[in-house]
C-alpha cells in the first residue's frame, strides 16, 4: 500500500482508483446491513458468489456486498449498477435468473421488483420506489455504492477530500467557523450546538485532548448509527480526524455495540486501511498533523450511552454518569477535555467541509439544518432507515416514507426518542420534524426513532413498557431515580391490570416531578418524559382504565 | 403384645411452668389415663422455646414436639411469651412442610394449670396421630440420610430465620385472630418463599456441593427443584462467590490480559473478551485477571454483576437471546417470550439442567424489521410467531 503525503497524491490515487472502474461494468450490490442479516441474505450472498464463479463471469461482474440500504421491511435488497435496478426480498433460488437475465441480458424480472401494495405499481429502480423517492440520502446513500470493507469504495466517492481540504487547506479556526455557521446540532438527543461543543474543548486548558464517536445507540427502537458506522466506517472517521483537527486532539475513541460484531469488524477495518493509505497516524497526509483512534467496545448497558458515562467506561470503570457541573468537554476521560458527538453528527462534518455551509444550511428548518436519519419501527408498513431534510412533516415521514401502518388499521401516535422520548398523538402528525418543534410538544427528537403505534396499542401498557425498561436499567447510584421509577411503575402496573386507584394520576405527576428534578444524569432526569407526554395527550386513557376498577368496585359493594 | 414391633412414638414436650407443667402435674395427681410417651422438659415460659430445640429433637430421633403454654393473655410475663411461642410455631410448621415432614408432628396447645382433663385429652389424641403417622422420615418416605441432611440445613439457618422474624413476620397486633390471619395469609407464603424458602434452597444445594461436585441437573433431581430455580440459585451463589468453579485454559486468559497489559482502562475489555471466549467468568479467572491487572477484585465484582452481560455462572451450548425492545414489543414479543420459556422450561437469566440453552431478554438489536426475533448464538431468527419456535429451536442441540 502506498502511504499518501500530500493532497495531489490523495487525487492521483482517486484518479487511479477510478481509471480501474468501468463505470458500464455490472456490479450486484448486495445489502449486508443488520435488517437483512436475519433475513438470510449471507446466503444470498454466497449464492451470487457460486453463481459467478459457475458461468466463469469472475472478471466481468462485481459483487458488493454493501451496508445497510435502508429499506429493511423488503430486504434482503439487490441492486444490480449500473441501471440501479432494485430487487426486493430476493432468495437465493432467484439467483441464477438473476445473473442470467438482468445481469447479462439487461432484462428486468418483474416479479422481484417493488410492487406498491395499494396500488400494485410496480417500480424498477431505487429512486421510484416511493420509500426511497421521499428521501434526501446524503449521508446513507453512499451506503449502497460502497463496500465498507473497502477504503477505495469510499475513495471512488470522493472520500477524503474534506480531510484533505481541512488539513492541508484550512486553519483549525476555519473549520470551527465553517460548523458554527453550518448550525450543526448534536444528533444523539440533546441537539447541542456541535461548534459550540467543539469550541469549549478547543479552549479548555490542557494539551491533551480527546474526541470521542458515540456508537453505543442504546435507544431503543434506533438502528441508523448502526448503519452509517457499520455500513460508511470511513466517513464517520473523516468527520473524526477533522474534528480531532479543530480541537486540537491526538486521540480520538470509538465507543460502540459489543452484541453486533459487523459493526466492530467494519470499524478495525477502515482503521488499519485509513492507518495504511496515510490518512490516519502519524503525519496525516504530510501535513504535520498526528491522529490515533482506539475502539472500545460497551457492555451492553443503556445508560453507558450517556456522555459522563461512557467516559468513565473508556477508563475502565464501571459505565456510571456523573452530575456534570463541569461539561465533558472540559473535563472528560480522565479529566481532559474531550469532545463527544454521535455518529450522525460526525458523518455530517465531511459534507459540510466539502461542499460548504451555505450548502448545509439551504436545507432544514430555522434552527435544525440540514437532514436527519430516522428509523422506522413498530406497526408500520415499512420499517427502516430513512433520511428526510429537517423540516418534512410527521405525517409525511410516516404515510409518504413508511407507507402507513399495516391491516387497515388507524395510527394512534408516533413515539419519539425511545425509553426517554415522547408520543404525539394523530392530531400533531403535521408537525414538522425539528428539534425545537418536537420538543416543544414534549417528544423530543431523541437519536431519530420513530415508534408507530397502531389504535390496539395501550398507551398505558407502552408507557408502563418503558418504564419497566428504566427501572431495569437505573444504576441505582442516586435514590430519586432507582426509587422513583420503581414507584412510578407499581402505580402504572396496578393501572394497567385494573388495580388503579384515584388519586394515582396525581402521584404519578407529583412522583416525576421529583424524579426529574433530583436524579444525577439525563436517566433519571427524562425518565418520566414518555409518561409525561402520554399524561398530556392520552390521560382519558389513564382515567378510563381507573373508572372501570372504580365502577367494578362499587358493584361488589353492592 | 408382639414384641419390638409395635412402634411406640417418643414425644417431647416443652411445658410452660406456670400453666400446662402444673396442668400435666394434676392429671397426674388426679389420675387421668394417658399414654406414657411423652418426655417433659420443663421451661418458665413457652416463649423460651427455640425452634433450635424442636429441630435438635427431630434430629435425634423424636417423632413428634409438644408445646404447652398459658393461654393469650395469661401469660405470667408482661412479654407475653406466649404469643412468640405462636408465631414461632407457625413458621415451624411452614418449615416442616418445606422439607417434606408433616407438620403435624408439632403441637402447640394452652392448658391452664386447672386443665388436668385438658391435658390428658390433648395426650389422647397426639399420641396415636402420631402413632399413625409412623416413625419420622420414614412417615414421610424420606431416608435417613436425606431427613437428617434436610434438618441440618434448616438448623444452619435458625439465626437468620430469627431475625427475618423480626424484621418481616412479626405481626404487630397481639389478638389470635390476627396471628392467625397473617400466617395462612398469601402475603405470608410469598414471604416465606422469598426470604426463607429460596434461602433454604441455597442452602441445601451448598451442603450438597460440600459432599462433591455436582451438574445442574443432578441438583434438581436430588432437592426436587424445578431447573429454573436450581438455574437461578446458581446465579445468586456466584454472585457472592460462594462457588468453586472448574478450573480454564489459563494459557488463554494470560493472552487476552496481555493483549491489553499497560493500556489504561483495558479492564472492561479485557472481561468482555473472556466472557466471549469462554462464555461465563469463573471465579479462578477473575482471580487470575484481578493480579495481573493489579485491579481489586471488588471492583470487577462492580463491573461484572452490573449486567447480564456477563455471566459468572456456566453457560448453556446454545445462547437464547428474545428481542424485548419497542418495536417487537407491540408486535407481540411477549407471547414469544412465553412460549420460548414454556418449551425449555427456564426463565431470562437462567441456564437448563443439560446446559442446552441458556435464554436471556435482550435489548432491541436494531433489526427491527425483523420483530419479533429470537437470536440464537448470534444469528437472526425474525418474524417469529409462538407457533415457529419450535421449529427454530429444534435445529439446536
Same mark, same amino acid.
Given at each position: 500500500?502506498?502511504?499518501?503525503?500530500?493532497?495531489?497524491?490523495?487525487?492521483?490515487?482517486?484518479?487511479?482508483?477510478?481509471?480501474?472502474?468501468?463505470?458500464?461494468?455490472?456490479?450486484?450490490?448486495?445489502?449486508?446491513?443488520?435488517?437483512?442479516?436475519?433475513?438470510?441474505?449471507?446466503?444470498?450472498?454466497?449464492?451470487?458468489?457460486?453463481?459467478?464463479?459457475?458461468?466463469?463471469?469472475?472478471?466481468? /461482474?462485481?459483487?458488493?456486498?454493501?451496508?445497510?440500504?435502508?429499506?429493511?421491511?423488503?430486504? @434482503?435488497?439487490?441492486?444490480?449498477?449500473?441501471?440501479?435496478?432494485?430487487?426486493?426480498?430476493?432468495?437465493?433460488?432467484?439467483? @441464477?435468473?438473476?445473473?442470467?437475465?438482468?445481469?447479462?441480458?439487461?432484462?428486468?424480472?418483474?416479479?422481484?421488483?417493488?410492487?406498491?401494495?395499494?396500488?400494485?405499481?410496480?417500480?424498477?429502480?431505487?429512486?421510484?420506489?416511493?420509500?426511497?423517492?421521499?428521501?434526501?440520502?446524503?449521508?446513507?446513500?453512499?451506503?449502497?455504492? $460502497?463496500? @465498507?470493507?473497502? $477504503?477505495?469504495?469510499?475513495?471512488? /466517492?470522493?472520500?477524503?477530500?474534506?480531510?484533505?481540504?481541512?488539513?492541508?487547506?484550512?486553519?483549525?479556526?476555519?473549520?470551527?467557523?465553517?460548523?458554527?455557521?453550518?448550525?450543526?446540532?448534536?444528533?444523539?438527543?440533546?441537539?447541542?450546538?456541535?461548534?459550540?461543543?467543539?469550541?469549549?474543548?478547543?479552549?479548555?486548558?490542557?494539551?491533551?485532548?480527546?474526541?470521542?464517536?458515540?456508537?453505543?445507540?442504546?435507544?431503543?427502537?434506533?438502528?441508523?448509527?448502526?448503519?452509517?458506522?457499520?455500513?460508511?466506517?470511513?466517513?464517520?472517521?473523516?468527520?473524526?480526524?477533522?474534528?480531532?483537527?479543530? $480541537?486540537?486532539?491526538?486521540?480520538?475513541?470509538?465507543?460502540?455495540?459489543?452484541?453486533?460484531?459487523?459493526?466492530?469488524?467494519?470499524?478495525?477495518?477502515?482503521?488499519?486501511?485509513?492507518?495504511?493509505?496515510?490518512?490516519?497516524?502519524?503525519?496525516?497526509?504530510?501535513?504535520?498533523?498526528?491522529?490515533?483512534?482506539?475502539?472500545?467496545?460497551?457492555?451492553?448497558?443503556?445508560?453507558?450511552?450517556?456522555?459522563?458515562?461512557?467516559?468513565?467506561?473508556?477508563?475502565?470503570?464501571?459505565?456510571?454518569?456523573?452530575?456534570?457541573?463541569? &461539561?465533558?468537554?472540559?473535563?472528560?476521560?480522565?479529566?481532559?477535555?474531550?469532545?463527544?458527538?454521535? /455518529?450522525?453528527?460526525?458523518?455530517?462534518?465531511?459534507?459540510?467541509?466539502?461542499?460548504?455551509?451555505?450548502?448545509?444550511?439551504?436545507?432544514?428548518?430555522?434552527?435544525?439544518?440540514?437532514?436527519?436519519?430516522?428509523?422506522?419501527?413498530?406497526?408500520?408498513?415499512?420499517?427502516?432507515?430513512?433520511?428526510?431534510?429537517?423540516?418534512?412533516?410527521? &405525517?409525511?415521514?410516516?404515510?409518504?416514507?413508511?407507507?402507513?401502518?399495516?391491516?387497515?388499521?388507524? $395510527?394512534?401516535?408516533?413515539?419519539?426518542?425511545? @425509553?426517554?422520548?415522547?408520543?404525539?398523538?394523530?392530531?400533531?402528525?403535521?408537525?414538522?420534524?425539528?428539534?425545537?418543534?418536537?420538543?416543544?410538544?414534549?417528544?423530543?427528537?431523541?437519536?431519530?426513532?420513530?415508534?408507530?403505534?397502531?389504535?390496539?396499542?395501550?398507551?398505558?401498557?407502552?408507557?408502563?413498557?418503558?418504564?419497566?425498561?428504566?427501572?431495569?436499567?437505573?444504576?441505582?447510584?442516586?435514590?430519586?431515580?432507582?426509587?422513583?421509577?420503581?414507584?412510578?411503575?407499581?402505580?402504572?402496573?396496578?393501572?394497567?391490570?385494573?388495580?388503579?386507584?384515584?388519586?394515582?394520576?396525581?402521584?404519578?405527576?407529583?412522583?416525576?416531578?421529583?424524579?426529574?428534578?433530583?436524579?444525577?444524569?439525563?436517566?433519571?432526569?427524562?425518565?418520566?418524559?414518555?409518561?409525561?407526554?402520554?399524561?398530556?395527550?392520552?390521560?382519558?386513557?389513564?382515567?378510563?382504565?381507573?373508572?372501570?376498577?372504580?365502577?367494578?368496585?362499587?358493584?361488589?359493594?353492592? | 403384645?408382639?414384641? %419390638?414391633?409395635?412402634?411406640?412414638?417418643?414425644?417431647?414436650?416443652?411445658?410452660?411452668?406456670?400453666?400446662?407443667?402444673?396442668?400435666?402435674?394434676?392429671?397426674?395427681?388426679?389420675?387421668?389415663?394417658?399414654?406414657?410417651?411423652?418426655?417433659?422438659?420443663?421451661?418458665?415460659?413457652?416463649?423460651?422455646?427455640?425452634?433450635?430445640?424442636?429441630?435438635?429433637?427431630?434430629? *435425634?430421633?423424636?417423632?413428634?414436639?409438644?408445646?404447652?403454654?398459658?393461654?393469650?393473655?395469661?401469660? #405470667?410475663?408482661?412479654?407475653?411469651? *406466649?404469643?412468640?411461642?405462636?408465631?414461632?410455631?407457625?413458621?415451624?410448621?411452614?418449615?416442616?412442610? #418445606?422439607?417434606?415432614?408433616?407438620?403435624?408432628?408439632?403441637?402447640?396447645?394452652?392448658?391452664?394449670?386447672?386443665? %388436668?382433663?385438658?391435658?390428658?385429652?390433648?395426650?389422647?389424641?397426639?399420641?396415636?396421630?402420631?402413632?399413625?403417622?409412623?416413625?419420622?422420615?420414614?412417615?414421610?418416605?424420606?431416608?435417613?440420610?436425606?431427613?437428617?441432611?434436610?434438618?441440618?440445613?434448616?438448623?444452619?439457618?435458625?439465626?437468620?430465620?430469627?431475625?427475618?422474624?423480626?424484621?418481616?413476620?412479626?405481626?404487630?397486633?397481639?389478638?389470635?385472630?390476627?396471628? #392467625?390471619?397473617?400466617?395462612?395469609?398469601?402475603?405470608?407464603?410469598?414471604?416465606?418463599?422469598?426470604?426463607? %424458602?429460596?434461602?433454604?434452597?441455597?442452602?441445601?444445594?451448598?451442603?450438597?456441593?460440600?459432599?462433591?461436585?455436582?451438574?445442574?441437573?443432578?441438583?434438581?433431581?436430588?432437592?426436587?427443584?424445578?431447573?429454573?430455580?436450581?438455574?437461578?440459585?446458581?446465579?445468586?451463589?456466584?454472585?457472592?462467590? *460462594?462457588?468453586?468453579?472448574?478450573?480454564?485454559?489459563?494459557?488463554?486468559?494470560?493472552?487476552?490480559?496481555?493483549?491489553?497489559?499497560?493500556?489504561?482502562?483495558?479492564?472492561?475489555?479485557?472481561?468482555?473478551?473472556?466472557?466471549?471466549?469462554?462464555?461465563?467468568?469463573?471465579?479462578?479467572?477473575?482471580?487470575?485477571?484481578?493480579?495481573?491487572?493489579?485491579?481489586?477484585?471488588?471492583?470487577?465484582?462492580?463491573?461484572?454483576?452490573?449486567?447480564?452481560?456477563?455471566?459468572?455462572?456456566?453457560?448453556?451450548?446454545?445462547?437464547?437471546?428474545?428481542?424485548?425492545?419497542?418495536?417487537?414489543?407491540?408486535?407481540?414479543?411477549?407471547?414469544?417470550?412465553?412460549?420460548?420459556?414454556?418449551?425449555?422450561?427456564?426463565?431470562?437469566?437462567?441456564?437448563?439442567?443439560?446446559?442446552?440453552?441458556?435464554?436471556?431478554? %435482550?435489548?432491541?438489536?436494531?433489526?427491527?424489521?425483523?420483530?419479533?426475533?429470537?437470536?440464537?448464538?448470534?444469528?437472526?431468527?425474525?418474524?417469529?410467531?409462538?407457533?415457529?419456535?419450535?421449529?427454530?429451536?429444534?435445529?439446536?442441540?
Amino acid at each position: 500500500m502506498p502511504r499518501i503525503n500530500s493532497a495531489s497524491e490523495l487525487e492521483e490515487l482517486r484518479k487511479g482508483v477510478l481509471s480501474k472502474r468501468d463505470p458500464d461494468k455490472p456490479c450486484i450490490a448486495i445489502c449486508a446491513g443488520m435488517g437483512c442479516l436475519g433475513l438470510s441474505n449471507g446466503r444470498v450472498i454466497s449464492a451470487f458468489e457460486k453463481e459467478i464463479n459457475k458461468k466463469d463471469l469472475k472478471t466481468k /461482474v462485481d459483487i458488493r456486498a454493501t451496508g445497510c440500504h435502508g429499506y429493511c421491511e423488503k430486504g @434482503p435488497m439487490v441492486l444490480i449498477y449500473p441501471e440501479e435496478i432494485c430487487y426486493v426480498e430476493v432468495t437465493p433460488k432467484d439467483v @441464477p435468473e438473476i445473473v442470467s437475465q438482468t445481469v447479462l441480458r439487461k432484462k428486468v424480472i418483474d416479479r422481484l421488483i417493488y410492487a406498491d401494495p395499494d396500488t400494485g405499481e410496480k417500480a424498477a429502480h431505487q429512486a421510484e420506489i416511493p420509500f426511497y423517492k421521499n428521501q434526501m440520502r446524503h449521508l446513507i446513500g453512499n451506503n449502497a455504492k $460502497i463496500d @465498507p470493507r473497502s $477504503i477505495d469504495d469510499y475513495l471512488a /466517492v470522493g472520500g477524503y477530500s474534506a480531510l484533505s481540504k481541512s488539513l492541508l487547506k484550512m486553519s483549525p479556526e476555519q473549520i470551527l467557523e465553517e460548523i458554527k455557521k453550518a448550525e450543526l446540532r448534536g444528533r444523539g438527543g440533546g441537539g447541542f450546538p456541535a461548534g459550540r461543543k467543539w469550541e469549549t474543548a478547543r479552549n479548555a486548558p490542557g494539551k491533551e485532548k480527546y474526541v470521542i464517536v458515540n456508537g453505543h445507540e442504546g435507544e431503543l427502537g434506533a438502528f441508523m448509527d448502526r448503519a452509517i458506522l457499520s455500513g460508511n466506517p470511513h466517513s464517520v472517521l473523516e468527520g473524526l480526524i477533522i474534528g480531532a483537527y479543530a $480541537i486540537g486532539s491526538h486521540q480520538g475513541f470509538i465507543y460502540t455495540r459489543h452484541d453486533t460484531p459487523q459493526l466492530k469488524n467494519n470499524i478495525d477495518m477502515a482503521l488499519t486501511q485509513a492507518e495504511e493509505y496515510g490518512l490516519l497516524g502519524e503525519n496525516i497526509l504530510g501535513s504535520g498533523f498526528d491522529f490515533h483512534v482506539e475502539v472500545h467496545l460497551d457492555i451492553g448497558i443503556f445508560v453507558s450511552g450517556e456522555s459522563s458515562a461512557l467516559m468513565r467506561s473508556i477508563e475502565g470503570n464501571p459505565p456510571e454518569p456523573r452530575p456534570k457541573y463541569i &461539561r465533558t468537554s472540559v473535563s472528560g476521560i480522565w479529566g481532559k477535555p474531550s469532545a463527544l458527538n454521535n /455518529v450522525e453528527t460526525w458523518a455530517n462534518v465531511p459534507l459540510i467541509i466539502d461542499k460548504g455551509s451555505e450548502w448545509y444550511t439551504s436545507t432544514g428548518t430555522e434552527r435544525s439544518k440540514g437532514t436527519k436519519l430516522v428509523s422506522l419501527s413498530g406497526n408500520i408498513v415499512n420499517t427502516g432507515v430513512a433520511e428526510v431534510p429537517f423540516g418534512t412533516t410527521v &405525517r409525511e415521514i410516516v404515510f409518504g416514507i413508511g407507507g402507513g401502518i399495516p391491516n387497515g388499521k388507524k $395510527i394512534k401516535a408516533v413515539h419519539f426518542g425511545g @425509553p426517554m422520548g415522547g408520543s404525539i398523538p394523530e392530531s400533531l402528525l403535521d408537525t414538522p420534524l425539528d428539534f425545537d418543534e418536537l420538543a416543544k410538544l414534549g417528544a423530543p427528537i431523541g437519536a431519530g426513532s420513530m415508534l408507530v403505534l397502531d389504535e390496539d396499542t395501550s398507551m398505558v401498557d407502552i408507557t408502563r413498557y418503558f418504564l419497566d425498561f428504566l427501572s431495569n436499567e437505573s444504576c441505582g447510584k442516586c435514590v430519586p431515580c432507582r426509587e422513583g421509577i420503581r414507584q412510578m411503575l407499581r402505580i402504572l402496573t396496578n393501572i394497567r391490570d385494573g388495580k388503579g386507584r384515584e388519586g394515582d394520576i396525581e402521584l404519578l405527576e407529583e412522583i416525576s416531578e421529583v424524579t426529574g428534578a433530583a436524579s444525577l444524569c439525563a436517566l433519571g432526569k427524562t425518565a418520566a418524559d414518555p409518561l409525561l407526554s402520554t399524561l398530556r395527550y392520552f390521560r382519558d386513557e389513564y382515567e378510563a382504565n381507573i373508572a372501570k376498577m372504580k365502577r367494578s368496585a362499587e358493584k361488589r359493594e353492592l | 403384645m408382639a414384641a %419390638g414391633h409395635t412402634f411406640e412414638p417418643r414425644i417431647l414436650g416443652f411445658l410452660c411452668n406456670w400453666c400446662c407443667y402444673a396442668g400435666a402435674d394434676l392429671a397426674g395427681v388426679s389420675r387421668y389415663q394417658y399414654p406414657p410417651n411423652i418426655r417433659v422438659i420443663r421451661l418458665m415460659c413457652s416463649g423460651r422455646v427455640d425452634p433450635a430445640f424442636i429441630l435438635r429433637a427431630f434430629l *435425634n430421633g423424636t417423632d413428634g414436639v409438644f408445646i404447652g403454654g398459658c393461654w393469650l393473655g395469661e401469660c #405470667h410475663y408482661i412479654t407475653e411469651g *406466649n404469643y412468640d411461642a405462636l408465631s414461632m410455631v407457625y413458621i415451624c410448621k411452614k418449615l416442616l412442610e #418445606h422439607i417434606g415432614l408433616n407438620p403435624e408432628r408439632l403441637r402447640l396447645e394452652w392448658v391452664s394449670a386447672g386443665e %388436668g382433663i385438658r391435658f390428658a385429652n390433648i395426650m389422647n389424641e397426639f399420641v396415636p396421630g402420631i402413632e399413625k403417622l409412623g416413625p419420622l422420615g420414614k412417615g414421610e418416605g424420606l431416608d435417613e440420610h436425606e431427613l437428617k441432611f434436610k434438618l441440618e440445613a434448616v438448623t444452619k439457618l435458625i439465626p437468620y430465620i430469627k431475625l427475618v422474624e423480626r424484621e418481616r413476620l412479626r405481626v404487630p397486633v397481639r389478638t389470635e385472630e390476627e396471628y #392467625h390471619k397473617f400466617f395462612t395469609s398469601d402475603e405470608f407464603n410469598r414471604l416465606f418463599n422469598e426470604l426463607i %424458602g429460596d434461602k433454604l434452597a441455597v442452602c441445601q444445594i451448598m451442603a450438597l456441593l460440600r459432599e462433591r461436585s455436582l451438574s445442574a441437573g443432578e441438583i434438581s433431581e436430588i432437592l426436587g427443584l424445578s431447573p429454573s430455580e436450581v438455574s437461578r440459585h446458581l446465579n445468586v451463589l456466584a454472585r457472592n462467590q *460462594n462457588l468453586k468453579t472448574v478450573a480454564v485454559d489459563n494459557d488463554k486468559i494470560d493472552q487476552i490480559i496481555n493483549k491489553h497489559q499497560g493500556k489504561a482502562g483495558s479492564l472492561v475489555q479485557v472481561l468482555l473478551e473472556i466472557q466471549h471466549e469462554n462464555h461465563w467468568l469463573p471465579q479462578d479467572v477473575l482471580d487470575r485477571v484481578s493480579t495481573k491487572l493489579d485491579v481489586p477484585l471488588s471492583r470487577i465484582m462492580q463491573i461484572v454483576t452490573f449486567h447480564k452481560t456477563f455471566s459468572l455462572v456456566p453457560k448453556g451450548r446454545n445462547e437464547v437471546h428474545v428481542c424485548v425492545g419497542p418495536s417487537c414489543y407491540v408486535r407481540g414479543s411477549t407471547r414469544l417470550l412465553d412460549t420460548v420459556q414454556d418449551l425449555i422450561g427456564i426463565k431470562p437469566g437462567e441456564t437448563d439442567p443439560d446446559s442446552k440453552f441458556s435464554l436471556e431478554t %435482550g435489548n432491541c438489536l436494531g433489526c427491527c424489521n425483523l420483530g419479533p426475533e429470537i437470536i440464537v448464538d448470534g444469528k437472526h431468527h425474525g418474524r417469529v410467531t409462538p407457533d415457529k419456535v419450535k421449529d427454530v429451536l429444534k435445529n439446536y442441540e
